[in-house]
C-alpha cells in the first residue's frame, strides 16, 4: 500500500483535527490532505486524488445518500462514515465502511487499511429494517 491520501470534513475542529494528528502518529503512510468544516469548503478546495474521505453522516441532507454527493462516477474515493450521536443505519449503508470514536489510534489505522483494501464492489448490507444506533 503507498501512500494514501485522506480528506476530512468534519464540523467539529477538536474532532478533526484530533484525527489528523491521531492518524500522523500511527502511519506514515497515510497522509491528511485537508480538514474541512463541511462539504462546500472541501469543494471549493477542489482536492485532486483523494483515496479515503472521511465524512461525519449528520452533514449530508436528510433527503440526499452520501453517493449523490459524492458518485461513483466522479470519485473512487473510500467514503468512511464517523459517527456519533444518534445515526439511522440505513443513512451508512452507502459507506464504504466507518470508524468508531473510541477507537485507538492502531486500531483506527488497521480499520482504514482494511477499508481500502476492500473493492467498491463487495457486497453491502440491503437489509430493510431501519435502526438507529447511538455512536458515541
Known amino acids: ?10 464540523p467539529s475542529p477538536a474532532l478533526g483535527y484530533g484525527l489528523k494528528k491521531l492518524i500522523g502518529k500511527f502511519d506514515a503512510e497515510l497522509n491528511v490532505a485537508g480538514v474541512y468544516r463541511d462539504i462546500v469548503s472541501f469543494r471549493k478546495d477542489a482536492i485532486n486524488e483523494i483515496d479515503i474521505i472521511l465524512i461525519n453522516p449528520l452533514l ?6 452520501v453517493r449523490d454527493i459524492f458518485p461513483h462516477n466522479r470519485t473512487s ?8 450521536g444518534f ?4 443513512a451508512l449503508k452507502d459507506y ?10 492502531a486500531t483506527l489505522i488497521q480499520k482504514l487499511k482494511t477499508i481500502v483494501g476492500k473493492t467498491k ?3 453491502v448490507d440491503q437489509s430493510n429494517d431501519i435502526k438507529f444506533t447511538a455512536y458515541y
Do not use: C, Q
Open 77 to 84: 474515493a473510500f467514503l468512511v462514515a464517523i459517527p456519533y
Open 96 to 105: 464504504d465502511g466507518k470508524l468508531n470514536l473510541f477507537d485507538d489510534g
Open 121 to 123: 464492489s463487495d457486497p
Open 60 to 65: 449530508v441532507d436528510f433527503h440526499a445518500t
Open 87 to 90: 445515526i439511522n443505519e440505513e
Open 1 to 10: 500500500m503507498s501512500n494514501l491520501r485522506i480528506a476530512i470534513i468534519e
